[in-house]
């Protein structure tokens, strides 16, 4: 059964980092793609970035390459989300997914599974 399980978020300053993590479990991060989505009040869900589980391959939704940046680590089967240069604009509900393959069509749409969700507020 696939679980994941968000952290890492909370109240930051605008122009601060913050990095988010994923605990990953029921499958290792080289059988599934991953990747985190976000999703503010009133709007919709927002692709930011996915890893392929085979090859490594990243993906970023537009404009999100830069200031975020997913990664993982293979041997806690955890992935990560740093986020930089944080905006208010990037307040939002964050979620670590995963799915069979990353691509940008699959951040377009979704992704299979996604966990519950951890918080971000930026604010001065």
């Known amino acids: 059964q696939v679980r994941l399980v968000e952290s890492g978020g909370g109240l930051v300053q605008p122009g601060s980092s913050l990095r988010l993590s994923c605990a990953a479990s029921g499958f290792t991060l080289n059988e599934l793609a991953v990747g985190w989505f976000r999703q503010a009040p009133g709007q919709e869900r927002e692709g930011i970035a996915c890893?392929?589980?085979?090859?490594?391959?990243?993906y970023y939704g537009d404009d999100k390459k830069g200031r975020f940046t997913i990664s993982r680590d293979m041997a806690k089967n955890t992935f990560s989300l740093q986020m930089d240069r944080l905006e208010t604009e990037d307040s939002a509900t964050y979620f670590c997914a995963a799915d069979t393959e990353c691509s940008w069509y699959k951040l377009d749409v979704g992704m299979e599974w996604r966990g519950k969700g951890t918080l971000v507020t930026v604010s001065s």
């Open positions: 890893i392929n589980g085979i090859d490594g391959r990243t």
